[in-house]
């Protein structure tokens, strides 16, 4: 597509449930990036893919967190069993190359409050 | 891994004035430095970067500045318009390493 898109924008949900966060990158980015954005905070990576395969997912920060890219192309977050303290907004990032020197050209995010 | 310090995390100007907002980054092997503007409910914008191999970079009124030495770098915005309020980030990365950014500061451009 023309940009980056991801779904839902919004996602309330309440503290034990399981979420699933989607994202779209633009047609042809081969990377494609989780980040996660708390109140006044700058993105703060979570996984990175390159393809199919999670390339550096050092960022995710516990079991609970899981991110697949089954065809290379669209990618889900998912996280299990929520805590208040995930309420954040979810940005999908996508670039032409791989990780390093290369622009990253964000979603609008999926905004998650966990109740 | 990386770590970005970015200041001052507020500033406000007057229109007209101008904007410098400073960060510095802890890996030397990074050589990519991208500025992000975001506005109140919206995605973080580039809005312009730097790689290593020069020291400054224009953009009509926006400028970035490198030292590679001292590992900083800096956003200018000159003749600044109510338009720019909004928060910007700075980020860096290198080689393989993914974009590491800085906890923002908030722009405030008052008419």
């Known amino acids: 597509g023309a940009g980056v898109s991801q779904t839902p924008s919004n996602k309330v949900t309440e503290k034990g449930k399981y979420v699933e966060l989607r994202c779209d990158p633009i047609?042809?980015?081969?990377?494609l990036y989780w980040y996660r954005q708390s109140l006044g905070q700058g993105p703060e990576f979570l996984i990175y893919f390159q393809g199919t395969g999670a390339a550096d997912d050092s960022g995710l920060p516990n079991d609970r967190f899981f991110a697949v890219r089954p065809e290379g192309s669209v990618s889900t977050l998912k996280i299990q069993r929520t805590e208040r303290g995930d309420s954040a907004v979810y940005l999908c990032?996508?670039?032409?190359?791989?990780?390093?020197?290369?622009?990253?050209?964000f979603g609008a995010g999926s905004r998650l409050t966990v109740l | 891994g990386e770590n970005v310090e970015q200041h001052p995390s507020t500033l406000s100007v007057q229109e007209g004035d101008s904007a410098v907002i400073k960060c510095t980054y802890s890996?030397?092997?990074?050589?990519?430095f991208p500025w992000y503007k975001q506005e109140l409910g919206k995605r973080p914008q580039l809005i312009i970067d730097?790689?290593?191999?020069?020291g400054e970079k224009k953009d009509q009124r926006i400028a970035v500045t490198l030292n590679k030495t001292a590992k900083h770098f800096s956003l200018h915005i000159t003749e600044t318009q109510p338009e720019d309020s909004a928060v910007y980030f700075c980020a860096a990365s290198g080689g393989y390493s993914t974009l590491t950014f800085g906890k923002g500061t908030m722009l405030l451009v008052s008419p």
């Open positions: 730097i790689r290593s191999n020069v």
């Open positions: 047609s042809g980015h081969t990377a």
């Open positions: 890996d030397s092997a990074s050589n990519y």
């Open positions: 990032a996508s670039s032409l190359y791989s990780a390093g020197a290369n622009v990253l050209t």
